[in-house]
Structures are given as C-alpha cells and as structure tokens.
C-alpha cells in the first residue's frame, strides 16, 4: 500500500467524500471553485435536515464563490446524526439533481456541524459571534412551538424548559433569545433571522414567538429584539425526497468514493424573501434568491396550491394503496380531482399581482409532480399532518366559507387524513405527528360512521381552532366526505 493518503483512498474500499477525495472526482461532478480553508462562517443554521441541505445551503454555496464570507455552521438541536456523517466529510456532502439527466453537486458550505445539546456553549458561541451575520432556520412547523393561534405556547415543555434555564435554552426559539441577549450585552448588532419553513407568515409568527419568550424574564430585551432584529419573511420551494438507499449507492457510483449522506432534489428552486435585513446579507440577486417587499402572495400560492395538493395526494394517495406521488398522479381520478382542487377551490383564494400568472403557476406545479426521475413517498409528506393541514387546506377551508362557496372538494382530503389516522392505528402502524397521542385516542373511540367520528377529531383545538367545529357547513361537509371514503371505492368517491 503506498503512503500516499490520496492513493490510499483509492485503494480503500471504503474510502469516503472528504477534502482530499475532492481532487479525485470525476470531471462531470461539479464542486466548490472556492478554497474550503479560505471560507468564514456568517450564517448558522438551525435545523440542517436533508431540505436545508438541498436549498439554503446549495444557495449559499453559490455566494460562496464570489465571496468567501458566507459558509454555513449548521447546528443540530438535538441528534448527532448529520454531524456525525458529515464530520469525516469535512462537511461535503453531494446534492443530486432529478432531472432528465441526473446531475450531481458536491457543496461546501457547511463549514462547521455542531450538535447544541453536547456543547450548548459552542452552538450559542457561534450564534453570538459577531460574524455570524444571518440564522436561518428549516426547524418544521413543529419546531415553532405555536398553539393554534400562531402564538407561542408557554405550556410547551420545550418552552417551559427554557422559562426555568434561559442560559441553557432547550427550544430553536430559546436558543435566539439566549444569543440576542448576548449580543446585546457584548453591544454586538443582531443577526437577520430567516425561517425557511412551510408556515403563512413564518417570519413574523417566529419574531412574534422570540418576543414573547424575551419578554416573560426581560422587557428590555424583548423591547430592543422588536426594534433591531429583523425576521424577514420567507417563501422556499424544491421537492426534496427523502435519501434512500438507491442515493447512496447512485452517488457512490458516480464519485467513486462513499458519501455518507447525500441529499436529492429536484432542479427547481426557489427562494424568495422580505426585504429586510438588520445586518450584512450576501448579494441575493447574484445567486438568484428573489428579494421583495411582499411575500405574501407567494408564500400563499405555494403553501395553498403546492403544499395544500401535496397533501391531499398523500392521503388520498395512501388510502388508494400508492406510494409515490408520482403512483398518485399517474391514477387518473386522483390527478384530475387535485388538479379541479387547485384550480376551482384553493386558486380562487389565492390573490396574487396581475403580472403573476397563476394558471401557469398551476400547470407548472403539476408539471413537477409528474417528474418521471423523482421517487417521492406519500408517506413522506403525510407525517406531522397536524401541523400542516391548518396552514394548507383548513386556511383555506375558512376562506371559502367567508366567502360562501363550496367545500364539499375542500373537505376530502381532510376526511383521507382522518381515515389515515385509523388505518395507522388498526395496523399498529406509528403515527408520526406531535400529536400522536392526541390523535390515536381520538381514533380508538371512532366507530366508523360519519356523524360520531368527525366530531371526535374535532374536537382537538389545537388544529381545527374553535370556530371550524362550529361550522354546521364544515362539519356536514366533512362527515359527509368521510362516509363516502369509507364506502365507496376512492376513485368513485373522488369521481363524485
Ligand atoms: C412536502 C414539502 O413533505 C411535505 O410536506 O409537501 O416538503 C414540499 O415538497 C416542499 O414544501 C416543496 O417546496
């Protein structure tokens, strides 16, 4: 064996991505065109799950190679499993491409994996640096620790925890609060703070949140975050399945070398965010993030129209016995019940500027999730429905009945998430959601008919809030979608 590590390396049939793999890569992988050793770290990022990988940092990645400023420390809360992958990585990990060619992309940006739950020091070191200029944040919907008014909810034991020890934070929310005070009291200028997750208004919910938890020991601290952090509002959109083993082995072929954790997507993406920033940012328009004073109208069409038929393929696709999504779009009755979904019930309460085109919007949607080198489970999109429905389609449902139209579509998929929770219970199958518990109790009690059932899951406020249960229209609507799924076939349930 020669002494040579690089040559090792190849003679090693183990052998993983890492900085001196990087050399070796075959011409048509693309890699960072920075020096890894030259790069400084100005964003932490809260959350580094598969989607962070995929879109923040991959964006990152680009500013990187006109300005060495921008790498990326990325903070696990809890598990070590990224770290743990990526550490003997030296942080490289590849992003394949699903497109008609599958493209691969090794990214350096992540400069830096820490876990806060072994070394809370470090990870509140970082995030108190005075370089750390930008936090982002994929925590999910759950990571917010809202109640069912978008409010923060003190009765979280994660926000309970970091009531009792605001120097050792347990929660995302915890952890900012801990490292504005220090920057405060070291007279260092806040970081921007950008949610990156599927949530109306995730940038103002998530100020709102870190606010009130200030507030609740220290008003002075509360009153100076409301005045000089900025929590832009952001709307970011790529399908990311989650990685398999197909990946691995996939990737594995095409370096040459392991990669202990890769991440796919699919070639769209897109981030757009609020105009508004309260410390240095990189040149977004440069590596092609939309910057703009609202938000709003996108972040709406994507959570409503992309988001809302997401998971609607999901469980109408699981209750037909599909998989993928692309399984479900290729069921006839389930594509053309999403695409009249989208185009006759969410698009009317979806408003937009005139110069944005929403039946395109649609058709382009749709156009994704037919990406014939995607395998996206619906399995994926179904965990945490708890926390997704209510901004993807129950938002959508009061809009419609504001406005007296019909919900018979609407309530459907609504209905497929109820039965979906009793299949998972009958077949001893974990229900992934926060409120597991919640939602099994309210499906040991159900008997199967419309009328009894419906009314046990509604009663849980915390996703259906207090004024759906007491909608005659709404709870008519879904008991009736709910009897037609348990007895017709789903195709002639969704036919009629
Ligand atoms: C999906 C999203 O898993 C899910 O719930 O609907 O992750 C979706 O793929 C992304 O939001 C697309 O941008």
């Known amino acids: 064996m020669s002494n040579d590590p690089v040559a090792q390396h190849d003679e090693d049939s183990s052998a993983h991505l890492d900085v001196n793999a990087l050399k070796q890569l075959p011409a048509d992988i693309q890699r960072p065109r920075y020096p ?17 990988r995929a879109h923040q940092a991959w964006f990152f990645d680009d500013a990187l190679n006109h300005d060495t400023r921008w790498g990326v420390s990325a903070i696990s809360l809890k598990t070590a499993s990224l770290r743990d992958a990526l550490a003997p990585q030296n942080g490289l990990y590849t992003v394949a491409v699903l ?102 208004d995730n940038g103002g919910k998530l100020g709102r949140a870190v606010v009130a938890l200030a507030g609740a020991r220290d008003s002075d601290l509360a009153r100076w975050i409301e005045a000089e952090v900025a929590f832009p509002r952001s709307m970011v959109d790529s399908i990311v399945p989650a990685t398999d083993a197909a990946l691995r082995e996939r990737v594995a072929a095409a370096l040459g070398v392991e990669d202990r954790w890769p991440v796919q997507r699919e070639a769209f993406a897109q981030w757009v965010i609020e105009d508004r920033f309260c410390n240095d940012v990189p040149d977004w328009t440069a590596i092609g993030v939309n910057i703009t004073r609202d938000v709003a109208a ?24 599909h998989e993928t999504v692309l399984q479900a779009m290729d069921d006839t009755a ?25 039946d395109g919007y649609i058709g382009s949607v749709l156009a994704r999730f037919r990406n014939r080198a995607m395998s996206h489970a619906l399995a994926q999109i179904a ?40 299949r998972a219970l ?52 879904l008991v009736r979608a709910y009897d037609r799924l348990a007895t017709l076939s789903i195709d002639e349930a969704l036919r009629r």
């Open 334 to 358: 389930l594509a053309i019940f999403v695409e009249n979904l989208m185009r006759e019930d969410i698009s009317p309460t979806v408003s937009v500027p005139a110069d944005f085109d929403l």
């Open 383 to 422: 965990w945490d429905g708890s926390q997704k429905l209510p901004f993807r389609l129950l938002a959508t449902i009061r809009d419609a009945l504001i406005e007296n139209r019909s919900i018979k579509r609407l309530c459907v998929p609504i209905a497929a998430w109820l039965h979906f929770i009793r």
């Open 426 to 477: 009958a077949a001893q199958r974990v229900l992934v959601d926060p409120l597991a518990e919640m939602l099994n109790a309210a499906a040991r009690r159900c008997d199967g008919s419309g009328t009894h059932d419906v009314v046990e899951f509604l009663d849980i406020g915390k996703i259906f809030g207090e004024d759906l249960p007491r909608d005659p229209r709404f709870v008519a609507a």
């Open 99 to 200: 497109d008609a060619t599958i493209r691969d992309r090794v990214i350096g940006a992540l400069r830096e994996t820490l876990v806060a739950s072994e070394d809370r020091q470090r990870a509140l070191a970082r995030l108190s640096a005075a370089q750390t200029r930008i936090v982002t944040l994929t925590i999910t919907e759950k990571g917010y620790c809202l109640d069912a008014d978008g409010q923060l909810d003190f009765s979280h034991p994660d926000i309970r925890a970091d009531l009792a020890a605001p120097h050792a934070p347990s929660s995302s929310i915890g952890y900012l609060v801990a490292a504005l005070r220090q920057r405060r009291e070291r007279g260092i200028k806040p970081f921007s703070v950008i949610s990156c997750d599927n949530l109306s």
């Open 298 to 321: 996108f972040e709406r069409a994507k959570l409503r129209l992309l988001n809302g038929a997401h998971s609607t393929l999901a469980y109408l696709g699981l209750l037909a016995g």
């Open 36 to 52: 890894l050793d030259t790069i400084d770290i100005g964003v932490a990022h809260l959350g580094p799950g598969a989607f962070h």
